[in-house]
């Protein structure tokens, strides 16, 4: 993240959420409606005290009763007058406002989600899913209270204070001139107690992200939790979490009220003190009881309006924190982006062709260790080569750097002949099927699922990929059939079943590079030998590299490429390395004899 520069404002401070300004300027009129109707409030609420004072000095003073009773009927008429358009400009105020606010959240909050989908894995070995999550919920409902509710209260009320006190100034220059240097004297110790509470603010959304990482990970993990019995030690840990942001919102919460009683007594102070001096000037005969009547309406405008701004800033520290948390989102910068002037190349109908030259990698979040080092490799369209190797020995890394979720540090890839640093992402991605070893099941129906793989797809080639797979039976068999709910990450399945449908959706997205890693390590002997039937069948006419490390599933492949530390040890077909009698046949010994 860049470093705060002189420019840019202070962190937690209110200037933060000019962050949002982007999201406000497509609603402009939403805006200046919503701003209209709030200074029509806040000048009718102006014009309460002096409507008062009217009455008092004209309908209650007068010594004619008739004409007394006139005067009250037409002050109470005005009076009433004053009340519905408050009542009207407020409830049009509220209206616009919370639109704006609902709409500002859903804005930013599918703006921060699409971007944070598009950041390369790098991003997230730093950050945490659950804290993810944490960002576009609680911070987004912080920035939504304020948008919507606290901003305009902040407003609403500083119009009504500024009127309120101008009035007092010039019914009661003098008086009220002291009152304002009383004011200032106000201002500014609050301004820098503010800081602690910006502070305390942005600490307190930190722990209660962090609670909302160990909660992700843990339900997402939920099997092996309950398999080691881990769920008190589990429980005590999330407890730990929520104390700690327990405790700092309590020490923000104090703060908080520290604030806003400072704020509360040392304005009523003031403004007792103006309204002392009032009843003086009554008793003196300087102005009139209406007067006093309007000053005491106007004081306790300032007075309630003070109070308000209290609240409102501490609710402004608060979204400026949580509007800071969401800019650290939305500006994070991918380390992997589509070149602006994107090759365009042919997709082969025959298979992709696939050249890693003399590539070194080293993991961002394990720079010391290289994954793979001067590691070169050339696959022939529509040649099946199968890597093989003990655990980290770079096999995987091998498919990112070809999907392209990182980029090598040293060295070239290139697919069909062009470099993949010049193709869109969208263009290389869909030219690549994969097949995971923990098949991604998504919380919708199989139809769907399957259709991930291409969205535009039809029933009947949906079908078809089921069957390829060996999914259309037990799909059928499903209480919907291929509507049936599978539930989230498929729960509803089995491993072997969750993994045809992954497998059917790959068939379906009909890429010329498929990518299969370990994809037949949850069947059972009878699914593998179907769905490896399948896989043969599939993989007619596309270049497929296959990792492995159960080795009855490559012999068949055209090259077996066997990876150690990084780099190749080995390469040839199953017969020619047993025959070498190296590496590669010290593990099919293993294997085979057991």
Not at 397 to 414: E, H, K
Request: one cysteine or more; hydrophobic letters at 50%; charged letters at 15%.
């Amino acid at each position: 993240m860049a470093a705060t520069t002189a420019s840019s404002p202070a962190k937690g401070s209110p200037q933060s959420l000019s962050g949002l300004r982007p999201f406000l300027r497509p609603y402009k009129l939403q805006i200046t409606l919503a701003a209209l109707f709030l200074v029509m409030a806040a000048m009718t609420t102006l014009l309460f005290p002096m409507a008062l004072r009217s009455l008092i000095d004209g309908g209650l003073v007068s010594t004619d009763k008739g004409a007394q009773t006139m005067a009250l009927r037409d002050h109470f008429l005005a009076l009433f007058g004053v009340a519905v358009a408050l009542g009207l400009f407020s409830a049009a105020r509220f209206y616009t406002v919370s639109w704006l606010g609902e709409r500002v959240t859903a804005d930013l909050r599918n703006a921060v989600y699409s971007h944070v989908l598009r950041q390369s894995p790098a991003f997230f070995e730093t950050t945490q899913t659950g804290e993810v999550l944490s960002r576009l919920t609680a911070d987004t409902t912080l920035v939504q209270t304020v948008v919507g509710s606290s901003l305009s209260m902040g407003l609403r009320n500083a119009v009504m204070g500024i009127g309120a006190l101008a009035m007092l100034v010039w019914t009661n220059p003098y008086v009220m001139f002291q009152v304002l240097l009383i004011l200032v004297l106000v201002v500014l110790p609050s301004m820098w107690f503010g800081r602690r509470v910006r502070k305390l603010s942005r600490a307190s959304q930190d722990r209660v992200a962090d609670s909302s990482a160990i909660a992700a990970e843990v339900l997402n993990a939920i099997p092996v939790v309950q398999s080691y019995t881990a769920e008190p030690r589990e429980a005590a840990r999330f407890n730990t979490s929520t104390q700690h942001a327990f405790h700092t919102a309590v020490r923000r919460t104090k703060a908080r009220s520290v604030l806003v009683a400072f704020i509360i007594i040392a304005t009523s102070a003031a403004l007792l003190w103006g309204l002392y001096q009032g009843t003086q000037a009554v008793l003196r005969g300087d102005i009139t009881a209406g007067h006093l009547g309007q000053t005491v309406v106007y004081v306790i405008i300032l007075a309630s309006a003070a109070a308000v701004l209290g609240e409102v800033y501490g609710d402004l520290l608060r979204a400026a924190g949580a509007t800071e948390r969401l800019m650290e989102l939305l500006h994070a910068k991918s380390a992997i982006v589509s070149p602006a002037d994107p090759a365009e190349t042919p997709v082969p109908a025959a298979g992709s062709a696939i050249r890693l030259d003399a590539i070194t990698f080293h993991y961002p979040s394990r720079p010391q260790v290289p994954a793979l080092r001067d590691f070169s490799l050339q696959v022939a369209p529509g040649e099946t080569v199968a890597l093989v190797g003990s655990s980290g020995a770079g096999k995987s890394t091998v498919f990112q750097l070809l999907l392209r979720y990182y980029d090598p540090q040293s060295g070239r890839i290139l697919l069909d002949g062009c470099p993949v640093t010049e193709l869109s992402l969208d263009q290389l991605r869909h030219r690549i099927g994969l097949v995971p070893q923990d098949a991604v099941i998504f919380s919708t129906s199989a139809m769907e699922n399957i259709r991930y793989g291409r969205p535009e797809a039809n029933e009947a080639e949906v079908y078809a990929a089921a069957r390829a797979a060996f999914a259309d039976d037990f799909l059928r068999a499903l209480p919907q059939g291929y509507d049936t709910f599978l539930g989230e990450r498929g729960v509803r399945l089995s491993g072997g079943q969750r993994q045809r449908i992954a497998i059917a959706r790959a068939i379906l997205k009909n890429p010329p590079l498929l990518l299969l890693d370990e994809a037949t390590s949850a069947l059972d002997a009878e699914s593998e030998r179907m769905v490896q039937a399948a896989l043969e069948s599939a993989m007619e006419g596309r270049t497929t590299l296959v990792i492995a490390h159960r080795l009855a599933t490559v012999q068949k492949a055209n090259r077996i490429i066997v990876l150690d530390h990084g780099g190749i040890v080995e390469q040839g077909t199953h017969a020619t390395l047993v025959a070498q009698g190296g590496v590669y046949a010290r593990l099919a010994a293993l294997q085979f004899a057991s």
